[in-house]
């Protein structure tokens, strides 16, 4: 059994560019920029800076160009796909891709506890990814609740 699975967290580098097949599927583009920290062999912090570039096709491909600004923290999950063109100067090119299938917007502008979820495929609607705080008020229930209707997408 192989496996072709990419799972990254970042930052946009670039604001989605978003665009439409001839035969009218949606198709969007956009960078994600991932850190790594290390200690070098003179024990220094060092760090380096990947760069990313991430595809997204149909219903997700509309929700990455309506809510994805530069500089949103988020979360990839996908394939990885490499392309191969031949460019206008005769030369062979190359791109590797994620075509990612799955996008969670982690600095969500609704609410920081909410992550907001966007993927290929249906999924229930997120939990919240820590407690809320607690009043100082004894016995008191909290009646809030995420309901469908109030997913964006």
Do not use: C
């Not at 670039?14 to 062999?41: I, L």
């Not at 096709?57 to 996908?78: D, F, M, N, S, T």
């Not at 190359?94 to 996008?103: S, Y």
Request: glycine letters at 4%; zero cysteines; proline letters at 7%.
């Amino acid at each position: 059994m192989d496996v072709n699975r990419a799972t990254i967290v970042g930052r946009l580098t670039r604001d989605p560019e978003s665009r439409t097949t001839p035969n009218g599927t949606t198709v969007t583009s956009f960078g994600v920029a991932t850190n790594f920290v290390y200690k070098n062999k003179d024990g220094q912090k060092t760090e380096t800076v990947e760069y990313h570039n991430i595809v997204t096709w149909r219903k997700l491909a509309e929700i990455a160009a309506q809510y994805l600004k530069k500089g949103r923290r988020v979360l990839v999950e996908g394939r990885l796909q490499t392309r191969t063109w031949e460019a206008n100067d005769g030369t062979k090119r190359q791109r590797t891709e994620i075509i990612a299938d799955n996008i969670i917007m982690l600095d969500s502008s609704k609410s920081p506890l909410e992550p907001e979820v966007a993927s290929a495929s249906p999924a229930e609607p997120p939990a919240p990814t820590e407690e809320p705080p607690l009043e100082n008020t004894q016995n008191k229930k909290s009646n809030d609740e995420i309901s469908v209707e109030d997913i964006p997408f």
